[in-house]
């Protein structure tokens, strides 16, 4: 049997409160770590750089430690863990941040051990670019380095996130953002300026409409659809679990059947509030909507 990668990410690790048409939940594991690390560890061997306060749950540590997710680098220290509040519109196009409350998060320095020289991959979440950099300062040139970012490090951190981006082989941000960033007009153009700063891939999410795939080294340029979904129920952090799945399946030349599964692994989650969608996925019904995905695409 193939022995599993080990992928190392650093982001943020959150107690949610989420309200939408459908419901509303109050202080549940949210944050841009554990999206990820819940998606990538029906892939990979996962391990988490992050903070939370004396008041994490521990059911939450009974649920990375189910799916295996390493923890060790997660830091406790005393205070509050970082919460986050939103509200959702009716059609899910936009949301408002009712409350931000960094608790432990601010002023928060990483303490990486070991475990990031012995991983294969880097996955750098939605977080300060200065924090991101921290941790590229002390990865190895043979790991390979995925970025995330947000519109807010796009507006404060510019310059900060460009050295962040030069330094990192594939970028994974929204089409809002990449729009942003470049002072493009269509997708194609913003995703050839950003491959001009550094990274050999850049993945343009699009929401249900999908993702669009520029690689320099394999010359790819293609759209990928979405997987369908009846109801949405929460889309939070489905693009961080959209990189789980994409960095879970990632070897070297699979661009492309990864994107299908960070599709196909993102869809699970828009489909239950927090990270709930996420949970006890079989390995058939993730196969089903890979395959769907695949039927979709036009030759």
Not at 130 to 135: F, I, P
Request: hydrophobic fraction near 40%.
């Amino acid at each position: 049997m193939k022995q599993k990668k080990s992928i190392f990410t650093i982001g943020s690790i959150a107690l949610d409160t989420i309200y939408t048409k459908n419901d509303c939940r109050k202080e549940i594991l949210g944050g841009s770590a554990s999206y990820f690390a819940l998606a990538a560890s029906y892939f990979s061997n996962v391990n988490i750089l992050g903070v939370v306060g004396t008041d994490f749950p521990k059911q939450y540590w009974d649920l990375y430690k189910k799916y295996n997710i390493n923890t060790d680098n997660i830091e406790i220290k005393n205070g509050k863990t970082f919460q986050w509040g939103g509200k959702y519109s009716d059609d899910y196009n936009s949301r408002e941040t009712l409350f931000t409350d960094l608790g432990v998060f601010d002023n928060y320095v990483p303490a990486i051990n070991q475990t990031l020289n012995n991983a294969d991959f880097i996955f750098l979440g939605n977080i300060h670019p200065d924090m991101q950099m921290s941790v590229i300062n002390q990865a190895n040139s043979e790991q390979i380095i995925v970025l995330d970012t947000m519109n807010l490090w796009i507006d404060i951190g510019y310059h900060s996130l460009k050295k962040v981006i030069s330094k990192s082989n594939i970028f994974l941000l929204n089409d809002e953002e990449a729009f942003l960033l470049t002072k493009k007009k269509t997708i194609k153009d913003a995703a050839r300026e950003l491959s001009e700063l550094g990274p050999n891939t850049i993945i343009i999410k699009k929401g249900s409409l999908g993702s669009y795939i520029y690689d320099v080294k394999y010359n790819i340029q293609c759209n990928i659809p979405a997987f369908p979904i009846n109801q949405v129920i929460d889309t939070t952090g489905a693009g961080d679990s959209f990189a789980g799945g994409f960095i879970g399946n990632l070897e070297t030349d699979n661009i492309i059947e990864s994107v299908i599964t960070g599709s196909a692994i993102a869809s699970f989650t828009v489909s239950e509030f927090g990270v709930e969608g996420l949970l006890n996925i079989t390995t058939q019904e993730i196969n089903d909507r890979i395959n769907y995905i695949k039927s979709l695409i036009k030759d």
